[in-house]
C-alpha cells in the first residue's frame, strides 16, 4: 500500500479559498461496482473562522446548505465559523478530544504517537454517538451540499471522511491516501504553530499509523469497517451510495 501524502490530480479536489486550509471536496473518488462519489455534495475542512469575503461568495455559489460542526464548546467559543447566506441548518456534534485523552483515564502512561493512536482508539469507540448522528444527517438529501469540519479538519473530520468513503464504497488504500492528503494541505500552517509549540509535533502530525490504529480498533473490536458503518453508525448503504456516487462516464 502507497502511505506517503500524494496530491489527487482531480480538479476541484483543494478549493482556492483564503481564509480557511484543508477545505476539499470529496468528489471523484471510484467506488465499488464501477461508480464514484460525486462532486459538489460533500465538503470536508478545518474551522471556518477566518473565512474571507471572497470565500463566502466562493462557497456560496457552491450553495453550501449544512454545516457539520465536531468541534467543542471552547474551541467554537474561540474561533466561530463565519456565516454563509446559503446556510440553512448548523449541526453541532461536539467531540471533546481532550476529555478522551485525560491522562489520568489512560490504560497505559503513553505519548507521542502512540498518544494519538490512542485517540484514534478512542474516538472509534466513544464517538460513535456523534458519528451515528453524522450518519442520520447525510440520509437526509435535504442537508445538501454539505460540509463538515473541526478544527484543523485532520482528526474528528478525517475519520469522518474515512467512514463515510468506507460506506460508499471506496477502497481502503483511496480512505488512507484521503486521509494523508492532511499532511500535505496543512503542511504551511502546521509548520506555523510548531513554531509556537515545537512539543505537539505529533500531535499536530497526519500519520498512516494514526488512521491505522483506527482500523485496528474497528476490525477487531467491530468486526470490520463494513459492519462498524452500517451496525454501530447506522449508515443506509444502499441509499447513501444511490445519493453520492454516480456511474462512471
Excluded at 67 to 90: C, H, N, S, W, Y
Excluded at 223 to 237: P, T
Aim: hydrophobic content about 40%; some cysteine; charged content about 25%.
Amino acid at each position: 500500500m502507497n502511505t506517503e501524502p500524494y496530491d489527487a490530480s482531480e480538479p476541484g479536489r483543494l478549493l482556492p479559498l483564503e481564509g480557511v486550509y484543508n477545505l476539499r471536496d470529496l468528489g471523484g473518488y471510484p467506488t465499488q461496482g464501477g461508480r464514484r462519489l460525486r462532486w459538489g455534495r460533500l465538503y470536508r475542512a478545518g474551522n471556518l473562522h477566518d473565512l474571507s469575503l471572497q470565500d463566502k461568495v466562493f462557497l456560496e455559489k457552491r450553495h453550501i446548505k449544512s454545516i457539520v460542526d465536531f468541534r467543542g464548546a471552547q474551541e467554537k467559543k474561540q474561533a466561530p465559523d463565519g456565516t454563509l447566506a446559503t446556510l440553512v441548518q448548523t449541526f453541532e456534534l461536539p467531540i471533546e478530544t481532550g476529555s478522551i485523552l485525560d491522562v489520568s483515564t489512560l490504560e497505559t502512561k503513553v505519548s507521542g504517537e502512540a498518544l494519538m493512536q490512542e485517540l484514534y482508539g478512542r474516538l472509534v469507540d466513544i464517538a460513535r454517538p456523534q458519528y451515528r448522528q453524522f450518519f442520520s444527517i447525510l440520509a437526509d438529501p435535504g442537508h445538501l451540499p454539505l460540509l463538515f469540519h473541526c478544527s484543523a479538519g485532520k482528526d474528528r473530520t478525517g475519520l469522518a471522511a474515512a467512514f463515510i468513503l468506507a460506506a460508499l464504497g471506496v477502497d481502503r488504500e483511496r480512505i488512507y491516501q484521503d486521509y494523508l492528503l492532511s499532511a500535505t494541505y496543512l503542511k504551511a500552517i502546521i509548520r506555523q504553530w510548531l513554531v509556537a509549540e515545537p512539543h505537539l509535533e505529533t500531535v499536530l502530525s497526519v500519520r498512516y499509523g494514526y488512521l491505522e490504529a483506527a482500523f485496528a480498533k474497528i476490525d477487531a473490536a467491530f468486526g470490520g469497517i463494513n459492519r462498524y458503518v452500517q451496525e454501530e453508525l447506522g449508515a443506509d448503504v444502499a441509499l447513501l451510495r444511490e445519493w453520492y456516487t454516480e456511474e462512471t462516464p
